[in-house]
């Protein structure tokens, strides 16, 4: 008992000399009230919400008597029994244990530490919303996304000044994308009411022509996806081709209105597994809830696309390959600043496929790979001749290998630049051919562009009145020369396997590094769950 009273005193002590250092007069300890000793205890352990606390003298922000309190503990109750709409887990705020929390309060003690724990309860939530229930890089190595935090006390300290519903609906992403995925959350979980999407189609190819039970299917299946309206017709006709066209283009697949092994393939793709797609797609939206930038790059590793978007509108879009399935050649996740681009570059051959790709082939053949020349720790050319390769090892070998600038360089005619620890960058390519593949992922990391020139004009059209002018002058020089951007550009580079559309169906694609799958099982271990399995 000694003991708690002593650490009662020194609280009580502490918070006087807060409420003085605060401006606060402090004639006596007779000032400090049972609740103010109880939020400064509670707080204590949280630096954010102790802060916060000290800045507003200690007085309440939900437990007070009055309109404004009431209105507030509503808005928050009211968000966090919701919270299931945005794939959060309700029981994680322990609604009714703060309710009763609240009821049971006989003393101005009580009330001061349900005040915190209340405090606590709004701060998780806000984080939960806000930027995600997940740490990303503590799931995929890929994801070395840096998420945008908030200030936990200035969360406080605004909610106190604003209306309290109003404020609230600010906190998850206020962006067109994050409202129309929540939007399709909720439809496709009505669907799900309904049975889903129906029988799976037991065919392996269906084409124009066709009729009979898979036909039907097939038919069925695409009217409750939303691509085909009500028919009775066992024919795969002209209207069955349309939606066959039309759901391929929504899943990233080539639209010839045949639906052979790989189209029927995601077709069967069950609903819940489609859900699973939103609601990872809701919080990744959640870890990029910041401002992308007026204009801004933006890269679906999934989609195999890059697009500029001006004020939310895009103004170019080009095909891509991306990094390889292989675990090392994946490529990652991230934000950062374009701020030049190179025009005839030379490739400087990133020393892990220095040792790993190419030395093996110098051990067999010194003369291999000629079109690259190797150059010393000083700079000079190195004659192949005169060294024996079979003694270094990646650990040991010591050169530089580049190729110099031509039609035929790895990077191709350009590469645009927003330098990072991953060396990771957009950029030409003489392998052509790879764009018309269907899934491109075969690069190194970097992102290959299809209409590398025209995105350059397209990006100097801002700063320049004859952009291509400018590109062919700089390219016909044939020397390796860099354009600085007068207004550096936002990159992102993002992994949706569930997108929206403006206008028209719903996109998926599929998980080509499996990261999706990860990330939903770290949703499942927080809690989150379908509706259908949801206890």
């Known amino acids: 008992m000694y003991f708690l009273r002593l650490l009662s005193n020194v609280v009580a002590l502490a918070l006087v000399w807060a409420l003085s250092t605060s401006g606060v007069s402090a004639k006596s300890d007779t000032q400090v009230t049972a609740f103010m000793q109880a939020v400064a205890e509670a707080a204590s352990a949280d630096k954010d919400i102790a802060a916060y606390y000290r800045s507003v003298e200690f007085q309440p922000l939900w437990t007070g008597k009055g309109k404004e309190f009431r209105d507030r503990r509503r808005a928050l109750f009211d ?45 998780d939530y806000a984080r939960d919303i806000q930027t995600g229930i997940l740490t990303p890089s503590r799931i995929d190595d890929g994801l070395v996304r840096k998420v945008p935090y908030r200030n936990r006390e200035a969360n406080l300290a605004n909610f106190q000044e604003s209306d309290p519903e109003k404020f609230i609906k600010t906190l998850a992403p206020n962006t067109p994308e994050y409202a129309r995925l929540r939007k399709e959350k909720l439809l496709l979980e009505r669907q799900l009411g309904r049975g889903g999407w129906g029988a799976p189609i037991r065919a392996k190819k269906l084409e124009p022509g066709d009729q009979g039970n898979a036909v039907v299917q097939l038919r069925d299946r695409l009217i409750r996806m939303g691509y085909l309206s009500r028919r009775v017709s066992t024919q795969f ?44 797609a809701m919080e990744r939206e959640r870890w990029t809830n910041m401002p992308k930038g007026e204009r801004h790059v933006m890269v679906n590793l999934t989609d195999f696309s890059a697009k500029i978007i001006d004020n939310g509108k895009i103004t170019f ?77 990646a650990k040991t070998f010591p050169f530089d290998i580049k190729q110099a600038p031509s039609n035929s360089n790895a990077l191709g005619l350009v590469k645009f630049m927003f330098p990072n620890r991953h060396n990771i960058y957009l950029h030409d390519t003489p392998a052509k051919s790879l764009f018309s593949r269907e899934v491109r992922a075969y690069s190194h990391g970097c992102i290959r562009l299809h209409k590398p020139f025209e995105f350059a004009y397209t990006l100097l059209a801002k700063q320049s009145s004859n952009p291509k002018g400018l590109f062919h002058d700089t390219l016909d020089t044939g020397r390796e020369t860099q354009i600085d951007l007068v207004k550096q550009v936002p990159v992102h580079i993002m992994y949706r396997t569930a997108f929206t559309e403006a206008k028209g ?12 799958a990860k990330i939903w099982r770290a949703l499942e271990n927080e809690g989150v769950a379908l509706p259908a399995v949801r206890g």
């Open 79 to 123: 968000a966090l029994e919701r919270s299931d709409e945005h794939g959060l887990v309700p029981a994680h705020y322990d609604i009714a244990g703060l309710k009763a929390q609240i009821r049971s309060a006989r003393t101005k003690r009580d009330l001061g530490l349900v005040e915190v724990k209340i405090s606590e309860t709004f701060l």
């Open 505 to 516: 169906h719903m996109q998926y694609r599929r998980d080509i590094y499996g990261r999706d």
């Open 237 to 280: 006709d002209a209207d069955v081709q349309k939606a066959v066209q039309d759901f391929q283009e929504a899943h990233g697949l080539t639209a010839d209105g045949v639906a052979g092994p790989s189209t029927i393939a995601e077709l069967n793709v069950p609903a819940q597994e489609r859900l699973k797609s939103i609601m990872v």
């Open 317 to 393: 879009e080009s095909r891509t390959v991306v990094g390889h399935r292989d675990t090392d050649r994946r490529s990652p996740e991230f934000s950062d600043i374009m701020e030049h681009m190179v025009i005839n570059p030379t490739w400087n051959v990133p020393r892990s496929i220095a040792t790993k790709e190419y030395l093996p082939m110098l051990k067999a053949n010194p003369n291999a790979v000629s079109h690259l020349t190797l150059y010393d720790g000083r700079g000079q050319v190195v004659n192949r001749g005169a060294v024996n390769f079979s003694q270094y090892s």
